[in-house]
């Protein structure tokens, strides 16, 4: 029998990380979060110098960087070239140049191609991003989509990472504008999937109502 899949998409801040490692979490499943994948590739074309602008250039590169992530949603961890680069990711300089090097086709096809063989590699699992409903796990068996009103995201995030509330919305929004917009596999509401806005809930509330749809799925499949 093939291993469960709960793909969780949304925009940047609606809770996909802090919800997935807390549904895998409880109900004892992996987790991979896509979105450290793209920042780790994007931070590796920062640190070797290629133009991130030019598309080009990132394409040309798209297949060098060795990324390895684990999937442990207590502990998880991000590899690049064999250093731990969990905090250069999140960098401001990686958070604005991630959606743009997303966008290029070469550097998707190449994540991609490592996220199904981390899925298919294992147990049961809880995947984060922006295209897994749709692109990366269209077979997944709970598909959850996940928002929160902008200044709820901008507030969490400033919270989180430092920093105003305005600067941090309008990154926020930038980065929509580009992860919606592309060509490739944009951000967007699976079909099946079932969308819960969040901004009214607490973390806790959230992880409850995602382990409940797994568990009607697991029990009318059992
Ligand atoms: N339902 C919620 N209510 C309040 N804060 C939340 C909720 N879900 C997540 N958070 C907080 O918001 C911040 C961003 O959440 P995160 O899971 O990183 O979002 P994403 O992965 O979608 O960018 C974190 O500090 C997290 O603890
Ligand atoms: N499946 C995915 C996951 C992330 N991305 C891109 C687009 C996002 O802006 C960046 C960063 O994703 P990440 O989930 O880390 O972003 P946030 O933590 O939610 O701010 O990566 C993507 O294109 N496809």
């Known amino acids: 029998m093939s291993s469960l899949v709960v793909a969780i998409d949304g925009p940047s801040g609606s809770g996909k990380s802090s919800t997935s490692r807390g549904v895998a979490s409880r109900l004892g499943m992996r987790y991979l979060d896509t979105g450290a994948m793209f920042r780790a590739i ?6 070797h110098d290629v133009d991130v602008t030019d598309a080009d250039a990132v394409a040309a590169r798209a297949g060098d960087a060795i990324i390895e992530s684990g999937t442990d949603p207590q502990a998880p961890t991000i590899l690049v070239d064999g250093e731990d680069a969990s905090v250069a990711i999140r960098s401001d300089a990686v958070n604005a140049a991630v959606s743009p090097v997303s966008a290029v086709p070469a550097v998707r ?4 191609e490592l996220q199904r063989s981390i899925i298919e590699a294992g147990s049961d699992i809880v995947v984060e991003g922006r295209d897994i409903g749709s692109v990366v796990a269209p077979g997944a068996a709970v598909k959850v989509y996940l928002t929160a009103d902008p200044a709820a995201r901008a507030t969490r995030r400033a919270a989180e990472a430092g920093g105003d509330v305005a600067t941090t919305q309008e990154s926020l929004l930038a980065r929509d504008r580009i992860d ?4 490739t596999a944009p951000l967007t509401m699976a079909d099946g999937a079932v969308h819960i806005d969040t901004t009214p809930y607490t973390l806790d509330e959230v992880v409850g109502q995602v382990v409940a749809l797994v568990e009607a799925v697991s029990g009318a499949e059992a």
């Open 180 to 183: 919606s917009g592309r060509a």
């Open 109 to 112: 096809t190449r994540l991609l």
């Open 42 to 47: 994007t931070w590796w074309m920062l640190t």
